[in-house]
């Protein structure tokens, strides 16, 4: 990472605005004293009233409309404030993997970031091992310019909750996908009513569900939230069908099997959820307790 984007990471509470610009590339931190802008790859200003400049303020209107909605949706929120700030590594997690893949931002430099312990890791636990990732966890990360270890986001307002699961893989474009899958995430970011004790995490957040309780998490926030797909849940037939939901005219029907296999393909352990199932005494394989000889 270049000093550009450090000096960035420096201010930790990032406005939908501020972020924006960012995720288009830019650093608009000088903007108001010069009137430029400053291109993150690399540090060339850009002078407003120019091409390049009108076209990077149409992507970053673009991008901020997209991180308002995320984070109205993550949140439950049904408006944000003006000069509401937020932490910058929740902004740059719901940006970078939130939807699929054909809509998430592509922050380039977020790899890097995560290499160098400059973010955490659930942000992209496949830039490191296995050993790595139990090594130093999965939220833990280095303040700039001080190298400050921190395990958690000290603000009050975003009270840190260490996941037990982050993103693994999202590509499907499909309506109820996206639903299943935004619904899922949002509901292993909330805190765990039973709370096992695991290092160096002061609370983490829930299990990813099992079939079941995923199926009525899905028809109960489906009510309140998309009544347009009319999501309705019945007891398994003889080809496994749980939940049926329309769109338009149409009916389709979703078996445990497949909503299982949904859940399992989308989201994977952080290094805190190995230790979670440790802790319980569950089979890293099969999610299941162990059998005691």
């Known amino acids: 990472m270049n000093e550009i984007i450090q000096s960035l990471f420096q201010k930790e509470h990032w406005g939908l605005g501020l972020a924006a610009w960012i995720f288009a590339g830019y650093s608009p931190l000088e903007k108001e004293k010069t009137g430029n802008i400053i ?9 407003f009233g120019c091409i390049e400049f009108r076209e990077a303020a149409k992507e970053q209107k673009r ?55 400059r973010l955490p890791a659930y942000i992209d636990p496949d830039q490191l091992s296995s050993k790595e990732l139990l090594k130093r966890g999965s939220l833990s990360w280095k303040r700039i310019p001080t190298d400050e270890l921190c395990d958690s986001i000290a603000s009050s307002a975003e009270q840190a909750i260490t996941p037990l699961f982050t993103v693994k893989k999202f590509t499907s474009t499909d309506e109820f996908d996206q639903f299943i899958f935004s619904t899922i995430k949002r509901e292993m970011t909330l805190l765990a009513e039973e709370q096992v004790e695991i290092k160096g995490c002061k609370a983490h957040g829930k299990p ?10 899905l028809i109960r926030v ?58 319980k005494g569950i089979n890293k394989k099969l999610f299941f307790k162990e059998k005691k000889s």
């Open 208 to 217: 990813r569900p099992t079939v079941k309780p995923a199926r009525e998490l």
């Open 63 to 117: 991008i901020k409309r997209q991180l308002i909605s995320r984070v109205k949706s993550s949140r439950g929120l049904n408006s944000i404030g003006v000069r509401e700030e937020f932490h910058f590594t929740w902004l740059i997690d719901i940006a970078k993997n939130y939807f699929s893949a054909d809509e998430n931002i592509d922050v380039w430099w977020a790899k890097q970031a995560v290499k160098s312990h």
């Open 222 to 279: 489906g009510a309140n939230e998309r009544p347009d797909l009319r999501i309705s849940g019945q007891r398994a037939t003889r080809d496994g069908t749980i939940l049926k939901w329309a769109q338009g005219e149409a009916e389709f029907k979703l078996t445990s099997d497949q909503l299982k296999n949904k859940i399992y393909s989308w989201f994977t352990k952080t290094a805190e959820g190995e230790l979670y199932d440790r802790a």
């Open 39 to 47: 291109r993150l790859a690399d540090k060339q200003e850009i002078p």
